[in-house]
């Protein structure tokens, strides 16, 4: 490229984001500075989001980044801002194309090495592990791990300082003064920041729609341990499996109403290792096996587990259902929902709380009680933060697109007039001022099916949903070299009502009997032919047209 | 059956639920009155469910009601407590099956004549137009439409009183005691009801999770009204389309503020037909269509439309995506969510909010204003028809698990001891008491597929879900006499990454190559042979095992 730069381009920093503008999940973007015929490019967040029910037999979405990994050479990084799933659980699917450094801090570097190692990558990729407040430099890019609070351990907002100018990424964000783990919100650093000035905050908008602030951590341990000490029989959490700062009230409270902690759930297993790894969770004393749970008394026992999503396989879920290995519960037992409802998880949540339900056992969920505090900024702390660090613009990122509308009257509300809503693959000019689209970019999104990625857009996936809605008919039609059958025509059929293949067999044959010898000997319209008398005869018995495929064999 | 009769068998009143009991929708319930042997039915309400995205391909869900239909000289009648779909939507399905006289309200037969001309039965079908507040006999059950409230016009109670016994059935109710349209609960026969003894209420659980009183209609008409009052641009106010209270106050608000009224969607269209036949809406002025929406400017218009619930073919999710023929938004124009989201369409509603957000529309909804009120009893309400009706018993009805066991709670809290949570096709004694599960009679549901009615525990669309997560081969096999391929394996899929083919083909030539002759006369064990082989080839290339069917064809 340097080849063809044209040297009167003027230096930009641009922001391209790549997923996660306008909806929940797979959040990437990418920071460019320097000419536009010259860009280095800087990676933010590199997550998956879960296949929806439009998307059947996907669990896991990626997005396209195909453009970066074209100029991979000019990518000086990725940098995560925290551990979720959602900012980086796209890596050990798309390292491959990318080829860059890695860098995060410790608890995202042991997550994430995890997930490498699953995907036989552990040797290869390159993982730097910074400090939360760690300073480094990727090419153009001068950046900073800002300390936040969340809801995992160790997230930080980015400073991402060029010569062009100071963008703070927030990640993902609330405002906690006292967090039950961790430093908390490194509130000084951000007015130091504000003080010397930022060009553009990209900030997390899930939670703009509500007013005030926050409950802390600290509120929500406290209740929860009211309600473990009231609890007579048995006690099941169940709530993120990553969220440390819950996981730590959980094992407090049941320590101190006399419980032992019985842990269920492969990723809570996984999570509590990693944290353990980077000097969490050392004091909270012998967590047991599921097969421990029922050799305990229904009050001397906590059961802290995943599936607070509803997630079919999860292990509340297999509870509700009375068919986990080791774990029953019984009328009178108590199951806390420590988590909210992710929009799109209700029926699925539903699903556990009537089972739960129809095995008489008592719940409360964030609903009823405080249980759980969102991870998210309400309206109280955006401007609060606003405040702090005082931004020329604003790009509102992680919501859907009410979210993001609903951000951008907010801020303009409070003196932020320059907003602009990102979308997918836009290229926006931040520095210098203003925001301005100024090109595009292709994007999308990669369907991880089976152990292949394939194309979101126009994949199987699609065809999938097509032959869920009228399933599909195959006609196997043997010709021989006169044209005419060489044997009776066979039909089979998936997903139709029973006791139509006869009635097809005939159309199809009808149909064929229809046309004359010669033009048989056009097969594709031949084919054509009887794929259509068979959808037009099975919309006259059934009323709806299937999916048909003709196979013409000559023998 | 009178002929097997046994003469000492006691005379009882019992209950039997063919659907609704735990679920959403599809209410339908039977009481039967006589002894065990010779009893006689009484049918109270038919409805459907809509299908989910478990069920794909299936729109509308019935419940099984072949019992009562094999007993159909015993079945006296069918009562339809209102007009909502979850309480009437089965009947022109299902008439057929049971031919019993149907009897309802003037404005729910408005409602279902449209339903029977539809299916070519308006001419068989006796329907008994009864008054609200009629008393009338069938069989040994004499019973009286009780008014309550709730959100259609006359929506009833009914009193059920046989030999043995009385219920109240609640059907769907709120109490409202300003309500736009109607007369209003009566409370009064309520009480003269419950001073006479009522033995068992059946009751409405859908909003028990909910402490006080709900909103009247009058309180959200004066917020509509006065949200509209300060709207400058155009204003869209959607909700459910069977709504003519709210219709009315939509109405009222246009005339208020000197707007014109747009109808847009058919089941909207219907109501106010029907409304017009009863006597409402009479006052309501012209009501313009869609095709003059664009000629009004855009401070002196209202549309009316449906789709609140995010269908995606309902004229709020086609103006939200701009592809309406006759209806576009502007940036700054309103659109009222005059509903609240059914649990299991958040997803689909979320894509109307968020499709309106990108065309910078604003929007309320039920969670920012009180722009509606449920049509359901809360906690308040509950306590006041218990307090009215004195019952002996109570069966939860008309909510999920979960509903229904805080139902029962919430009863035994007020003194009702003797609750019976209800199933499906579970026989209650109800009188003589206390409440007893004494039998089981078969139940279930059928799915609307296509214009048949076919299984829905294990019909077509049970494979179409196999289908949506790992598609379909087919393999055709053409043999000769000899047991040699008479023509290359053709192979086809649907719903598998692409270029899978010609190596399922090599795998299924493979398993054919190294299977003895002799072995091959047997054509199913050649059919398993080459099916097993496909299946692992596609789950060594891919990771999923397919759907594989296949064709052996003799020439």
Same mark, same amino acid.
């Given at each position: 490229?340097?080849?063809?730069?044209?040297?009167?381009?003027?230096h930009e920093l641009v922001f391209l984001p790549?997923?996660g503008?306008?909806?929940?999940?797979?959040n990437c973007c990418c920071y460019g500075a320097g $000419?536009? %015929?010259?860009r280095h490019w800087l990676m933010v967040d590199l997550g998956?989001?879960?296949?929806?029910?439009?998307?059947?037999?996907?669990?896991?979405?990626?997005? *396209?980044?195909?453009?970066?990994? @074209?100029?991979?050479?000019?990518l000086v990084g990725l940098v995560l801002t925290h551990a979720h799933? *959602?900012h980086l659980?796209?890596?050990?699917?798309?390292?491959?194309?990318?080829?860059c450094p890695i860098y995060c801090t410790p608890f995202a570097a042991?997550?994430?090495?995890?997930?490498? #190692?699953?995907?036989?990558?552990?040797?290869?990729?390159?993982v730097k592990t910074m400090a939360v407040g760690a300073r480094f430099t990727l090419g153009p890019f001068a950046l900073e791990f800002v300390a936040v609070t969340h809801?995992i351990p160790e997230p930080t907002a980015l400073l991402i300082e060029t010569r062009q100018g100071r963008v703070l990424h927030s990640g993902d964000w609330k405002i906690d003064?006292?967090p039950?783990?961790g430093q908390g919100m490194d509130e000084k650093r951000l007015r130091d920041i504000g003080a010397k000035g930022v060009d553009v905050l990209v900030c997390d908008s899930t939670?703009?729609?509500?007013?005030? !602030?926050?409950?802390?951590?600290?509120?929500?341990?406290?209740?929860?341990?009211?309600?473990?000490?009231?609890?007579?029989?048995? =006690?099941?959490?169940?709530?993120?499996?990553?969220?440390? *700062?819950?996981?730590?009230?959980?094992?407090?409270?049941? +320590?101190?109403?006399?419980?032992?902690?019985?842990?269920?759930?492969?990723?809570?297993?996984?999570?509590?290792?990693?944290?353990? @790894?980077?000097?969490?969770?050392?004091?909270?004393?012998?967590?047991?096996?599921?097969?421990?749970?029922?050799?305990?008394?229904?009050? #001397?026992?906590?059961?802290?587990?995943?599936?607070?999503?509803?997630?079919?396989?999860? @292990?509340?879920?297999?509870?509700?259902?009375?068919?986990?290995?080791?774990?029953?519960?019984? $009328?009178?037992?108590?199951?806390?929902?420590?988590? #909210?409802?992710? $929009?799109?998880?209700? #029926?699925? =949540?539903?699903?556990?709380?009537?089972?739960?339900?129809?095995? %008489?056992?008592?719940?409360?969920?964030? *609903?009823?009680?405080?249980? !759980?505090?969102?991870g998210h900024p309400?309206?109280?702390e955006l401007a609060l933060l606003y405040d702090w660090v005082k931004p020329r613009a604003l790009i509102p990122m992680h919501?859907?697109?009410?979210?993001?509308?609903?951000h +951008?009257?907010?801020a303009?509300?409070?003196?932020i007039?320059d907003v602009a809503?990102p979308? %997918?693959?836009?290229?926006l000019r931040l520095c210098p001022g203003p925001l301005?689209?100024?090109?595009?970019?292709?994007?999308?999104?990669?369907?991880?099916?089976?152990?292949?990625?394939?194309?979101?857009?126009?994949?199987?996936?699609?065809?999938?949903? +097509?032959?869920?809605?009228?399933?599909?008919?195959?006609?196997?039609? =043997?010709?021989?070299?006169?044209?005419?059958?060489?044997?009776?025509?066979? =039909?089979?059929?998936?997903?139709? $009502?029973?006791?139509?293949?006869?009635?097809?067999?005939?159309?199809?044959?009808?149909?064929?009997?229809?046309?004359? /010898?010669?033009?048989? /000997?056009?097969?594709?319209?031949?084919?054509?032919?009887?794929?259509?008398?068979? +959808?037009?005869?099975? %919309?006259?018995?059934?009323? /709806?047209?299937?999916?048909?495929?003709?196979?013409?064999?000559?023998?």
């Amino acid at each position: 490229m340097n080849a063809r730069r044209r040297a009167d381009l003027p230096h930009e920093l641009v922001f391209l984001p790549l997923g996660g503008t306008g909806e929940i999940g797979m959040n990437c973007c990418c920071y460019g500075a320097g $000419p536009a %015929d010259d860009r280095h490019w800087l990676m933010v967040d590199l997550g998956v989001k879960f296949g929806e029910e439009t998307d059947p037999g996907i669990d896991v979405v990626l997005p *396209d980044v195909s453009y970066i990994a @074209a100029e991979k050479s000019r990518l000086v990084g990725l940098v995560l801002t925290h551990a979720h799933e *959602d900012h980086l659980g796209a890596v050990a699917w798309l390292w491959p194309q990318l080829q860059c450094p890695i860098y995060c801090t410790p608890f995202a570097a042991q997550i994430l090495a995890l997930k490498l #190692k699953e995907a036989g990558l552990d040797e290869q990729v390159p993982v730097k592990t910074m400090a939360v407040g760690a300073r480094f430099t990727l090419g153009p890019f001068a950046l900073e791990f800002v300390a936040v609070t969340h809801s995992i351990p160790e997230p930080t907002a980015l400073l991402i300082e060029t010569r062009q100018g100071r963008v703070l990424h927030s990640g993902d964000w609330k405002i906690d003064r006292t967090p039950v783990l961790g430093q908390g919100m490194d509130e000084k650093r951000l007015r130091d920041i504000g003080a010397k000035g930022v060009d553009v905050l990209v900030c997390d908008s899930t939670n703009v729609l509500r007013e005030g !602030h926050s409950p802390s951590e600290a509120d929500v341990a406290r209740r929860i341990t009211d309600i473990v000490r009231q609890a007579e029989g048995r =006690v099941a959490i169940t709530t993120f499996a990553s969220h440390v *700062d819950r996981i730590v009230t959980a094992i407090r409270a049941a +320590r101190a109403t006399g419980r032992e902690v019985v842990i269920a759930g492969r990723a809570m297993r996984n999570t509590i290792e990693a944290a353990r @790894a980077c000097g969490m969770l050392l004091d909270s004393g012998r967590l047991l096996d599921e097969e421990e749970f029922g050799y305990l008394p229904p009050g #001397k026992v906590m059961l802290l587990c995943t599936g607070s999503q509803g997630e079919p396989r999860a @292990a509340i879920a297999r509870i509700a259902e009375d068919i986990h290995p080791h774990v029953s519960l019984e $009328p009178g037992d108590l199951v806390i929902f420590s988590s #909210k409802t992710i $929009p799109g998880n209700e #029926k699925e =949540v539903g699903r556990v709380l009537n089972n739960l339900a129809r095995l %008489d056992i008592d719940m409360v969920t964030g *609903d009823d009680d405080l249980v !759980h505090s969102s991870g998210h900024p309400r309206q109280g702390e955006l401007a609060l933060l606003y405040d702090w660090v005082k931004p020329r613009a604003l790009i509102p990122m992680h919501g859907e697109p009410r979210h993001l509308r609903a951000h +951008r009257k907010f801020a303009q509300a409070r003196g932020i007039d320059d907003v602009a809503i990102p979308r %997918d693959g836009h290229i926006l000019r931040l520095c210098p001022g203003p925001l301005a689209e100024i090109d595009e970019a292709p994007c999308g999104r990669l369907h991880v099916d089976g152990r292949l990625i394939v194309p979101g857009e126009d994949g199987p996936a699609r065809q999938r949903r +097509r032959l869920s809605f009228s399933g599909i008919v195959f006609v196997s039609v =043997v010709m021989n070299q006169r044209g005419d059958l060489a044997a009776d025509i066979e =039909v089979m059929s998936d997903g139709l $009502p029973m006791g139509l293949e006869g009635e097809l067999a005939a159309a199809a044959e009808q149909a064929l009997g229809a046309m004359p /010898k010669p033009r048989r /000997k056009d097969r594709e319209a031949l084919a054509e032919t009887i794929r259509t008398a068979v +959808r037009r005869a099975a %919309d006259g018995l059934w009323g /709806k047209k299937p999916i048909v495929k003709v196979a013409i064999v000559d023998v």
